[in-house]
């Protein structure tokens, strides 16, 4: 570590103090910067090719399942964000007003919009009419505003943050209870096969559900830290909306009914969580499925024979057009390169040496492992090929080993608090009251439960009443 | 029209009520609806289709070429805009601020960014220290607010837009005169070969350059309304924000200079911009390249052969898998599924009749020239690849040809204001000076210098008062 402070690379804050090397990963990977506004940051190329990557993704998804993209206007006028009384009370203790244009008061002031039901819903019940409009499942890209108080965190708590909002509308229940699972699926799929980050399914608790949800389904991330994050959520909305905004529509029996409706979204701070879960001391990991640069050659050259090496370095290059591959010709020292590709999380990075070429060799150093090793030119691009697979597979792997390593079975009180100390990600059964599940974040020094697994059928009792569980739940600390 | 009003569909609008039909068209076609804000409009999927394609185009341009996505907050603290005074007298009177968060005041109000030079630049100030900084030529995908008090016009006048917003530095004058010339290539490429249309390019004069930059071009439509619209700017910012934003950089020499900038913008305008050129009485017309679905296919079928002729459409469809085509299976006549394929500007429609299927054929129908046509079905694929360059080719050719018939030089006032008078599109001779702009706005009753032609050298006088021309431009009414 001494070695890299030197320089000014690499990042120096101790393993525990996980919040700070993030920020300086962030910082000096060039991922993002501050703004002159509080909680509001830049996403500088690097983060902002990680977004692309995603929506690309994201967007091949939910497009070959017939969902369209849309774009509805920022502003929500107060009276509208005020239809669904959960809604309004879940929102607008963090909303941003916009009260004057020019110089001029606005009539009524507007909110920015801290999620699209509103707005979006109130156009709904004037398209729906029959059966045939239904489903309608609508997709936005977007940038939105909560003016949350607590400390701001780059990407994972921000004022301002991207995202994608999916609104659906169907005849029946049974079309949203589908609907929510499955767009859960999507976002696992993207955790997995984009960032390479296994997740936690669940249902949110009554009490952390959505602003105005039947109910919320979830994917959690636990994170080295010792805290999960919740990575993206998707809402049964039932006929909650469909009620306040008037959307009905005729069936083919003729009769009027509230259609039920759902909403879901994956926002930048799955970016964050990435970059939480694989990072090192060394700077930035990431799975070559979502790294701007997948590949940096690093020619090691001297005065005499710099064009000869930066020629071979092109060369390589040009075998790897699948790839999207840097050069790096500065005049900079191997050292300061090799340690800046490293905290830039570059996946591979080529390493040409005189020697080696002449013998017809290249160093491939890996960034998740940190190994060198030695490969035949003629072989590199079945090397590279099978190592892009390799590298996100191993990121996974790992990540899900720390997941399965740090997850306890804690069925009392006692083992729950020691787990939470430890930084563990607890599971444990309840009761389903609301009274337990605030007494759980007491007892623990403020873990809360962060889903019901669904999965896991409740043996004994809750945790902390002792009454007949109903739940199998997780518990830890979060973001 | 009678029969088309009759059944809800098509246009009512005569052909002069220019404005009226393209509204009508824009709602009727889906494209667009109305928010609860007035002057914030709805991109339903037809119209957001249509935006995803220019960016995938432009993207692959900017990228090629070098150009980062990055993404920049929305909001601007007063004090920053302010910076630049030239700026933010241009955009202070259209600016949407925010004032309050949940229930508190915040200390200094925010801008909704009407565009980020501020918010971008003053970042680049920390981000540019030497030459090998430079060039830094960043873009963003955003939506701005600009709160307008004339009359809002669906996509072509509205209170917030999708754009993108490219900003680069150099470390010399003539290499941001270069990008400027060439950004305005690519924006002229996406008119040209997205949506088939041709453009004028010009400078702005100093009156209607964009404020706080040295020099601004742009792209101009013609429209077949008889008024101008500004398509696309490119400005040439100088050194007044680097100077005003303290950007600087140390040369090879050594020495501190500020560096050379330029910002440049093309947003969802430029879709109304394409429909206005191209649409007709039936509605929708548009280039297969930009549309979102390129091909309908009808199958005519009675209660018997439903079965059979939706059996074929779906063979017929299989065969055309390059392309974005939808069946239509609905009950309703054919004559109403050709009626709202024709509103709704699909390019290329595939009739499926009985008797022609049992002779191998299809009937192929046009949007752009209303034509039909039978085609053996084993020529299907090769006639459908060779129809979607013509239809594109076609409609821009008619625009083009649109362009160049009402495009009158005008050499003395009189015969300007006549031009002005018939909704022609007028090239004129001006000396440069900005009284006589202001005259020739008030005597063609509003027209103005749309922007200066620097291809032509002037030969004569200036069109108002006959002192020597300096510039040939172009004078029209304008949106």
Chains 1, 2 share one sequence.
Not at 227 to 235: C, F, L, M, N, Y
Request: hydrophobic residues 35%.
């Amino acid at each position: 570590m001494k070695k890299n402070k030197d320089k000014g690379l690499g990042i120096d804050a101790e393993k525990d103090e996980f919040g700070d090397r993030y920020t300086q990963i962030l910082l000096k990977a060039e991922l993002i910067d501050y703004s002159p506004v509080s909680g509001c940051y830049i996403l500088r190329p690097r983060a902002y090719a990680m977004w692309e990557k995603v929506q690309d993704y994201f967007n091949r998804l939910i497009k070959k399942d017939g969902v369209k993209n849309v774009y509805f206007p920022l502003f929500i006028p107060e009276s509208l964000l005020n239809k669904e009384k959960e809604h309004v009370k879940g929102f607008s203790p963090e909303v941003a007003w916009v009260t004057h244009a020019g110089n001029s008061e606005l009539k009524e002031k507007l909110a920015i919009r801290p999620t699209s039901e509103t707005i979006m819903y109130s156009a709904f019940s004037k398209w729906i009419r029959s059966w045939r409009d239904l489903p309608l499942r609508l997709n936005q890209w977007a940038n939105v505003v909560r003016w949350e108080f607590k400390h701001p965190l780059p990407l994972l708590r921000s004022r301002e943050f991207l995202w994608q909002e999916g609104h659906s509308v169907f005849a029946l229940q049974n079309e949203a209870d589908e609907e929510v699972y499955k767009i859960r699926e999507f976002y696992e799929d993207v955790f997995k096969n984009v960032y390479a980050v296994p997740v936690i399914k669940g249902r949110k608790t009554e009490k952390e559900k959505f602003a105005g949800a039947e109910y919320t389904l979830s994917i959690e991330v636990f994170l080295p830290s010792g805290k999960a994050v919740q990575g993206a959520t998707t809402h049964n909305l039932g006929q909650n909306f469909s009620k306040s905004f008037d959307i009905t529509f005729l069936g083919k029996n003729e009769k009027k009914s509230y259609p039920f409706q759902t909403s879901w979204g994956l926002s930048t701070r799955s970016i964050g969580i990435a970059i939480m879960v694989h990072s090192d001391n060394k700077g930035l990991v990431l799975s070559p499925r979502i790294a701007e640069t997948q590949i940096v050659i690093v020619p090691i050259f001297t005065e005499e024979n710099k064009k000869e090496m930066l020629g071979a370095a092109e060369e390589i290059k040009s075998k790897l057009n699948n790839y999207s591959v840097e050069i790096d010709t500065s005049d900079k020292t191997p050292g300061f390169k090799f340690n800046d590709s490293e905290l830039k999380g570059i996946p591979i990075r080529i390493e040409i040496g005189k020697k080696d070429l002449d013998k017809n060799e290249v160093t491939i150093f890996r960034r998740d492992t940190l190994k060198r090793e030695g490969v035949k030119i003629g072989n590199l691009a079945d090397t590279i090929r099978k190592l892009i697979d390799d590298i996100h597979n191993n990121l996974y792997n790992k990540a899900e080993k720390f997941l399965e390593d740090n997850t306890i079975f804690a069925n009392d009180i006692t083992k729950l608090k020691k787990s939470i100390s430890e930084k563990k990600l607890a599971l444990t059964e309840w009761c389903g009251d609301e009274k337990c599940e605030e007494h759980i974040k007491s007892e623990t020094g403020g873990a809360k439960i962060i889903c019901i697994n669904e999965e896991l059928k409740p043996k004994k009792n809750c945790v902390y009443c002792k009454k007949k569980a109903k739940y199998v739940v997780y518990v830890a600390k979060s973001y």
